[in-house]
């Protein structure tokens, strides 16, 4: 029974962060959401953490001046209202979703979250990596999910070069696929525990995600490179990281050799296109800039002439019945929702950085990969649109959730000596 419940468990994180859209307005992760809120108040009956409610009471303001805006503008585009309202039931499927954990793993719940998390991100990885290699099972997906009708069909995704798996976008697939890697190396904690068959199933996953990443897009490498030095700096700063160097020469050493034998097994256009994307990269590291980076900041860099839009807003995102010619995140919500409303939606996830760092010495480590995950979005907002996407916010409500769980349990005095044993994060 256990196992079915671990099996169920999974798959309701899965369909969670990866759940594809059925209609335009209808998509499995806020049926689920739905679904999982119902279950859970009338069955479960839980006690609603404050924490919960003040939250899910700002994203709803936010949702109301999205709604206010579309409105006194003639429902120009509805798609601001749209975002919105799906973040509060997104956040309140998280909710659910960390109140079956809590009451399923006791004590455990928030690393058997983050490992659910990691799994659904690996098995996805095998997804991708599957869609690009079998020209059929690619088919297969985008007739499941309809995903030639929604992803943008640009030369290399008719082409299969990049594929987006069960999402529809690439940039952002590539972050989310990054965010596995965020929670792997904080694995490492736990290195005198680890087997050596935990060992090879950590290098497999790492090579799967990386991988996928490659068959993605470049933003998620980008991103890593910039937030997996702070995540091991906070780590070393606050002395939860056991490092061990024999055991991790030895994990970087059959990394690197499995990525390597991964490639060469690639068909021979994986070499000539997704791996030279990333020359890119290579550039940005050399001389700290990249063809794309010059290319947006000198092109799509402006705001609206009219200064009640700029504080305000007019509801155009700029993809539906106007254009506006900037792909950058900030660019686009300063013209839907005004200065006003774009300063709102960051709120949400500037707190969840706050309350990730705030955890004390028991969960810090949780803390410190959700706090990355959550900046991982405001730096791909600078490239495109990534504020309250449904696969990462998916993940980001869910920790948002369990961390206050964490502050609230924190807040509870300790009645007994405990062992002190949190912070191990560990596959099991």
């Given at each position: 029974?256990?196992?079915?419940?671990?099996?169920?468990?999974?798959?309701?994180?899965?369909?969670?962060?990866?759940?594809?859209?059925?209609?335009?307005?209808?998509?499995?992760?806020?049926?689920?959401?739905?679904?999982?809120?119902?279950?859970?108040?009338?069955?479960?009956?839980?006690?609603?953490?404050?924490?919960?409610?003040?939250?899910?009471?700002?994203?709803?303001l936010i949702s109301i001046?999205?709604?206010?805006?579309?409105?006194?503008?003639?429902?120009?585009?509805?798609?601001?209202?749209?975002?919105?309202?799906?973040?509060?039931?997104?956040?309140?499927?998280?909710?659910?979703?960390?109140?079956?954990?809590?009451?399923?793993?006791?004590?455990?719940?928030?690393?058997?979250?983050?490992?659910?998390?990691?799994?659904?991100?690996?098995?996805?990885?095998?997804?991708?990596?599957?869609?690009?290699?079998?020209?059929?099972?690619?088919?297969?997906?985008?007739?499941?999910?309809?995903?030639?009708?929604?992803?943008?069909?640009?030369?290399?995704?008719?082409?299969?070069?990049?594929?987006?798996?069960?999402?529809?976008?690439?940039?952002?697939?590539?972050?989310?696929?990054?965010?596995?890697?965020?929670?792997?190396?904080?694995?490492?904690?736990?290195?005198?525990?680890?087997?050596?068959?935990?060992?090879?199933?950590?290098?497999?996953?790492?090579?799967?995600?990386?991988?996928?990443?490659?068959?993605?897009?470049?933003?998620?490498?980008?991103?890593?490179?910039?937030?997996?030095?702070?995540?091991?700096?906070?780590?070393?700063?606050?002395?939860?990281?056991?490092?061990?160097?024999?055991?991790?020469?030895?994990?970087?050493?059959?990394?690197?050799?499995?990525?390597?034998?991964?490639?060469?097994?690639?068909?021979?256009?994986?070499?000539?296109?997704?791996?030279?994307?990333?020359?890119?990269?290579?550039?940005?590291?050399?001389?700290?800039?990249?063809?794309?980076?010059?290319?947006?900041?000198?092109?799509?860099?402006?705001?609206?002439?009219?200064?009640?839009?700029?504080?305000?807003?007019?509801?155009?995102?700029?993809?539906?019945?106007?254009?506006?010619?900037?792909?950058?995140?900030?660019?686009?919500?300063?013209?839907?929702?005004?200065?006003?409303?774009?300063?709102?939606?960051?709120?949400?996830?500037?707190?969840?950085?706050?309350?990730?760092?705030?955890?004390?010495?028991?969960?810090?480590?949780?803390?410190?990969?959700?706090a990355a995950i959550l900046?991982?979005?405001?730096?791909?907002?600078?490239?495109?649109?990534?504020?309250?996407?449904?696969?990462?916010?998916?993940?980001?409500?869910l920790l948002i959730c369990?961390?206050?769980?964490?502050?609230?349990?924190?807040?509870?005095?300790?009645?007994?000596?405990?062992?002190?044993?949190?912070?191990?994060?560990?596959?099991?």
């Amino acid at each position: 029974m256990k196992t079915i419940s671990k099996l169920l468990l999974f798959l309701i994180t899965f369909f969670f962060i990866f759940g594809w859209k059925i209609t335009n307005f209808l998509d499995i992760i806020y049926v689920l959401s739905g679904f999982l809120m119902v279950f859970v108040f009338l069955i479960i009956r839980p006690s609603i953490n404050k924490k919960f409610l003040l939250f899910s009471l700002f994203l709803l303001l936010i949702s109301i001046y999205s709604l206010l805006i579309v409105v006194l503008h003639g429902s120009m585009e509805a798609f601001t209202a749209y975002r919105s309202m799906s973040s509060l039931l997104n956040f309140m499927g998280g909710m659910a979703i960390v109140i079956l954990f809590k009451k399923h793993f006791k004590d455990d719940f928030p690393y058997k979250l983050l490992n659910f998390i990691f799994l659904s991100i690996v098995f996805h990885g095998i997804i991708i990596i599957g869609m690009y290699i079998n020209d059929n099972f690619r088919e297969l997906i985008y007739g499941i999910t309809s995903g030639l009708e929604r992803v943008n069909l640009v030369y290399p995704v008719i082409q299969g070069l990049r594929v987006p798996g069960l999402t529809y976008a690439l940039s952002q697939t590539s972050l989310v696929q990054m965010f596995g890697v965020f929670i792997l190396v904080s694995f490492f904690n736990n290195q005198k525990r680890m087997s050596g068959f935990q060992q090879f199933f950590l290098i497999f996953c790492l090579v799967t995600i990386i991988t996928s990443i490659f068959l993605t897009g470049r933003s998620g490498m980008l991103i890593g490179l910039i937030l997996i030095p702070f995540v091991l700096f906070l780590m070393f700063k606050n002395g939860i990281l056991e490092f061990q160097v024999r055991k991790l020469t030895t994990f970087v050493a059959f990394g690197s050799c499995l990525l390597l034998l991964t490639i060469f097994v690639m068909p021979e256009h994986f070499f000539e296109y997704n791996v030279a994307l990333f020359d890119e990269l290579i550039d940005l590291l050399k001389k700290g800039q990249s063809a794309t980076m010059v290319y947006i900041y000198e092109n799509m860099i402006f705001f609206p002439e009219d200064p009640l839009t700029f504080l305000f807003g007019s509801s155009a995102f700029g993809r539906g019945k106007t254009f506006i010619p900037s792909d950058v995140g900030y660019i686009r919500s300063i013209f839907a929702l005004g200065i006003i409303g774009t300063i709102l939606m960051l709120v949400p996830f500037l707190y969840g950085i706050k309350i990730s760092l705030s955890l004390r010495k028991n969960y810090k480590l949780f803390g410190i990969v959700s706090a990355a995950i959550l900046l991982g979005s405001l730096i791909l907002n600078f490239k495109e649109l990534a504020l309250f996407t449904r696969n990462q916010w998916s993940i980001q409500a869910l920790l948002i959730c369990a961390i206050f769980e964490l502050k609230k349990k924190e807040a509870v005095p300790r009645q007994s000596p405990q062992k002190n044993n949190r912070d191990k994060i560990s596959m099991d």
